[in-house]
């Protein structure tokens, strides 16, 4: 079964817009990463947040991480269509196994 | 560096058919994962790989999956025979170590089709 699970499921925006996904997570953690796949490929790694951070920015990329709540956002900042991707959250557990477990992500289309 | 390289891309067989994947991590990556994708769903891991030694395979349907990998560098999932629910992406994946799960690097999958 899978850790997280992502809101929205689907998100469409027009270009420039900003885009925020959100991942709610079951255990707890050691990190929280978001991945990004684009149709037809393989995953491809954005950002990673350890279980003591709160906040974390990679360019136009923002990740908050709320442990008490056991959730985690996505922001991506004036949005491009080329951003039009599925993004899926991914947890790290804290107890045992160097696994790690996949939600079932959100479909983001960014209109031109 | 050279990305997770994963062949075929795209296999497609009759049911009751064998079927095999292979991977080849990237260089320096002891920990090696086989994830299984559906169609609009999340990957979900079926085997990891410490070097040579499968750690993890909880989740490999051992019926029909089985995996090596052998010299702890290139690895073989093969499913035989196949099912009609086996239809899926095949994700192959690579990290550097095995201290606290880090960075994941994915292979661009095999596309498996059962008819």
């Known amino acids: 079964s899978q850790q997280g699970e992502e809101d929205p499921q689907a998100l469409s925006i027009q270009e420039g817009e900003n885009a925020t996904m959100n991942c709610s997570y079951k255990t707890s953690i050691n990190n929280l990463q978001w991945y990004r796949q684009n149709s037809g490929r393989g995953l491809v790694h954005l950002i990673l947040?350890?279980?003591?951070?709160r906040e974390k920015h990679s360019g136009r990329l923002r990740v908050t991480l709320d442990t008490s709540k056991k959730s985690s956002s996505l922001l991506i900042t004036a949005s491009r269509a080329a951003d039009t991707a599925s993004y899926f959250c991914a947890t790290a557990l804290l107890a045992g196994a160097n696994n790690l477990f996949f939600g079932t992500g959100t479909r983001l289309t960014v209109i031109p | 560096e050279a990305g997770v390289v994963q062949s075929p891309r795209y296999k497609i067989i009759e049911k009751k058919q064998p079927v095999a994947f292979w991977c080849n991590p990237i260089?320096?990556?002891?920990?090696l994962y086989w994830y299984l994708q559906n169609l609009g769903q999340g990957p979900e891991l079926l085997i990891r790989y410490e070097n040579e030694e499968a750690v993890d395979d909880s989740q490999l349907p051992k019926d029909r999956f089985s995996a090596e990998r052998l010299k702890g560098v290139d690895s073989t999932l093969k499913i035989q025979p196949a099912e009609l629910g086996d239809s899926a992406v095949y994700l192959c994946?690579?990290?550097?170590?095995?201290?606290?799960?880090?960075?994941?690097?994915f292979g661009e999958g095999s596309r498996l089709t059962v008819l």
């Open positions: 260089s320096g990556h002891n920990t």
């Open positions: 994946a690579s990290s550097r170590g095995l201290a606290n799960t880090g960075e994941l690097f």
């Open positions: 947040i350890r279980s003591n951070e």
